[in-house]
């Protein structure tokens, strides 16, 4: 049933990845010359600044639209819990990924700019923890009603 509390633990994890597509998730000043790098889902954004091509950027937005898609696909296999968990442990790696990748591009981000200055890191970086903290409740509830539901085969 999609009123389970798995399912509002998927959804937010979702609306949480689905949020990494649309806020910053890095950004470094360089006070001296004014130059300004921010990271985002799909790119870096330079102001003042000419760019080397660090890499496929987009990597991060990609994973995190596939975990949000997974979550909300997964919402909708509540008859199958074994597919439920299935897709709750992709969702992990998933997630696990997006994280990497943004780790990645966030250090190269800081190579490109002054050294010396450290970039900060905004709250877009840290919505795929809270995602794989959701992940992990809703996986930990599935295999509850599982568990559930094989006790009450064991009593019939």
Do not use: C
Request: glycine share 6%; no cysteine; proline share 4%.
């Amino acid at each position: 049933m999609i009123q389970r509390i798995q399912s509002v633990f998927l959804l937010l994890l979702a609306l949480a990845m689905l949020s990494v597509l649309a806020l910053p998730l890095w950004h470094k000043v360089d006070g001296l010359t004014h130059q300004e790098l921010t990271l985002t889902a799909f790119g870096f954004e330079a102001k003042g600044l000419q760019l080397p091509a660090p890499g496929p950027v987009w990597l991060i937005g990609v994973l995190a639209a596939a975990s949000a898609a997974v979550a909300a696909f997964e919402i909708f296999q509540f008859r199958s819990r074994a597919k439920q968990l299935l897709l709750g442990s992709l969702n992990l790696l998933l997630i696990v990924a997006t994280l990497g990748a943004m780790f990645y591009f966030s250090s190269k981000g800081e190579q490109l700019l002054n050294i010396k200055l450290e970039g900060e890191h905004l709250p877009g970086f840290y919505l795929p923890t809270l995602a794989l903290l959701l992940n992990l409740l809703a996986n930990r509830f599935i295999r509850r009603d599982e568990q559930l539901v094989r006790s009450m085969d064991r009593l019939r």
